[in-house]
């Protein structure tokens, strides 16, 4: 598969991520190599990746607790410290070695411990190789609102390795894909045909040029609007109401926490639902939606109070302006319309699909 490259970094894939890390390794000469995971990737990755690795440079792995109620700035604090007692400097260099959760904090730790050390992306899971890891958004949550503190500083590249799939369950490799089905909606009819046709095959060869094709289409979409000014807020379409639901259980006692991918699942139905009232997304591609949505059985249900909080969490939304809620909608399967506003009266009806 061929490598994907910009100005600012890029992306390689298989056999050809390691020759490309062993290549920056030999040419930066880091001081230290500071490698972060999880205890599931601790467990199931690292014995795969340091057999790659052709350093005489110290390396020093950090690990921390999985899931995402630990991203957060208390988390990157316990790290930091760890690094300048390991003897962190400018010319060491961060390996982040996880899923979104890992390539979130680690970009974002690395981004802004010393001012800035190097920081290089090695996802995991389907959600990191396709969106987490690419396009150089870093951050941590504040208490169960996402993502609301964080820079966007690409990695020196990005190495997406499909070998690291086998080590998760099918709820796992489901909850990735959701951002691929999005990258459809949002760019590429055919793609989203291609992603229904292929099913849970996740370990296909078509999946795996599957993904080579999303990451293709969130580094192009990424490329033209590096800063999420204009086109680059297409990415978050499902995400206004898709987060708030994540979050929203995330905090519930009387609601099991839900995959990022799944709250997104919910949130690409509603906000498609939205499209249907508001943006010209025709009767028949809301079905098709629709009947996707539904063949994922998720059974979501939620009381009007629980509805009212998250309503509440959308406020917070990084895309509103003057506290006007904001949404990215489809006008069809493949293409986009950012920046629209809706009554709040149909984002609450649309509660009632699920």
């Known amino acids: 598969m061929n490598s994907i490259t910009n100005s600012s970094y890029s992306i390689h894939f298989k056999e050809e991520s ?19 995971v999880d205890e599931n990737t601790m467990q199931n990755c690292y014995p795969v990746l340091m057999p790659q690795i052709e350093t005489e440079a110290r390396i020093e792995i950090i690990e921390v607790d999985a899931g995402e109620e630990f991203k957060n700035i208390e988390t990157c604090t316990g790290v930091w410290n760890a690094m300048i007692e390991l003897g962190c400097d400018r010319n060491s260099l961060m ?110 060869v078509t999946f795996d040029k599957l993904i080579h094709q999303s990451a293709v289409i969130k580094s192009d979409v990424v490329k033209s609007d590096p800063f999420e000014k204009g086109p680059r807020k297409a990415l978050n379409y499902g995400h206004t109401i898709g987060h708030a639901i994540e979050s929203f259980c995330l905090s519930s006692d009387s609601h099991d926490s839900l995959l990022h991918g799944e709250a997104i699942a919910a949130g690409l139905y509603l906000e498609s639902y939205l499209s249907n009232l508001h943006a010209g997304l025709s009767d028949t591609d809301f079905a098709e939606i629709g009947d996707w949505y539904k063949s994922l059985k998720m059974n979501l249900n939620f009381s009007p109070q629980d509805i009212e909080n998250m309503l509440e969490l959308m406020t917070h939304d990084k895309k509103n302006v003057n506290g006007e809620i904001r949404f990215v909608l489809i006008d069809t399967i493949g293409s986009f319309i950012t920046d629209q506003t809706v009554p709040e009266i149909d984002v609450i009806k649309s509660f009632s699909l699920l």
């Open 18 to 36: 390691y020759i490309q890390l062993n290549k920056f390794i030999a040419k930066k000469k880091p001081s230290c190599i500071f490698i972060l």
């Open 95 to 204: 390996i982040n070695l996880g899923g979104g959760v890992i390539t979130d904090l680690g970009g974002f730790i690395a981004a802004t411990i010393k001012r800035g050390i190097s920081f290089i992306h090695i996802p995991t899971t389907v959600l990191g190789m396709v969106d987490a890891a690419i396009g150089g958004k870093n951050g941590v949550d504040i208490g169960h609102l996402k993502n609301q503190i964080g820079v966007i500083v690409p990695p020196v590249m990005t190495l997406i390795d499909s070998t690291y799939l086998n080590t998760l369950d099918n709820r796992q490799l489901l909850n990735g894909s959701i951002e691929m089905f999005k990258h459809g909606l949002i760019a590429d009819r055919d793609y989203w045909k291609n992603m229904k046709d292929v099913g849970a095959d996740y370990y296909s």
